[in-house]
T-cell receptor, first 111, second 114 residues
């Protein structure tokens, strides 16, 4: 079973920041938070991951609360191409721990 | 294109027929995963390989399903005696297999069993 909960959907205006929430209240100390997204008719795509510090890359920023029970993925300037299902996943980073996907959150970016 | 390649993209078959899908991972990736995804759901793990060794299989993988990865390169997923419930998107992913691994997914094979 997925260890995260996400709202089913949200939308935002093109050019604005999209803040996607995720709850992972049972996360263990050795589990990381990963985000993937899946654009229609494509396979999932890795976005970002983190342990406890905030992380930023060319695609997004990840903000993890101090107690690590929740996180937010931020797309700073959403475009129409960011319309997708976004999956928040917790997994152990060491060794092999398969990705367990939930239903994700559907982000719709409107013009 | 040096991404994960899956073939075919679409497969329509009749119930009871056997089907085989192929996945070509990114070169030098030693881990290869198979997932299945039905409409409105996230991908579900089926099995994974480390090089040519199949190291884990989900209970979702019934006896009618078999996966191979000869020589640790491409992989095949075969479904025997297909059932309508097998209709789904079958996704393949590969990775370097290091800690904090990132999985790279193909675009999947959409199977429709009539």
């Amino acid at each position: 079973d997925a260890k995260t909960t996400q709202p089913p959907s949200m939308d935002c205006a093109e050019g604005r920041a999209a803040n996607l929430p995720c709850n992972h209240s049972t996360i263990s100390g050795n589990e990381y938070v990963y985000w993937y997204r899946q654009i229609h008719s494509q396979g999932p795509q890795y976005i970002i991951h983190g342990l406890k510090n905030n992380e930023t890359n060319e695609m997004a920023s990840l903000i993890i609360t101090e107690d690590r029970k929740s996180s937010t993925l931020i797309l700073p300037h959403a475009t129409l191409r960011d319309t997708a299902v976004y999956y928040c996943i917790v997994r152990v980073a060491l060794g092999v721990d398969k990705l367990t996907f939930g239903k994700g959150i559907t982000l719709s970016v409107r013009p | 294109d040096t991404g994960v390649s899956q073939d075919p993209r679409h497969k329509i078959t009749k119930r009871g027929q056997n089907v085989t899908f192929r996945c070509d991972p990114i070169s030098e990736h030693n881990r290869l995963y198979w997932y299945r995804q039905t409409l409105g759901q996230g991908p579900e793990f089926l099995t994974y390989f480390q090089n040519e060794a199949q190291l884990e299989k989900s209970r979702l993988l019934s006896d009618r399903f078999s996966a191979e990865r000869p020589k640790g390169s491409f992989s095949t997923l075969e479904i025997q005696r297909t059932e309508q419930g097998d209709s789904a998107m079958y996704l393949c992913a590969s990775s370097f297999g290091q800690d904090n691994e990132k999985l790279f997914f193909g675009s999947g094979t959409q199977l429709s069993v009539l």
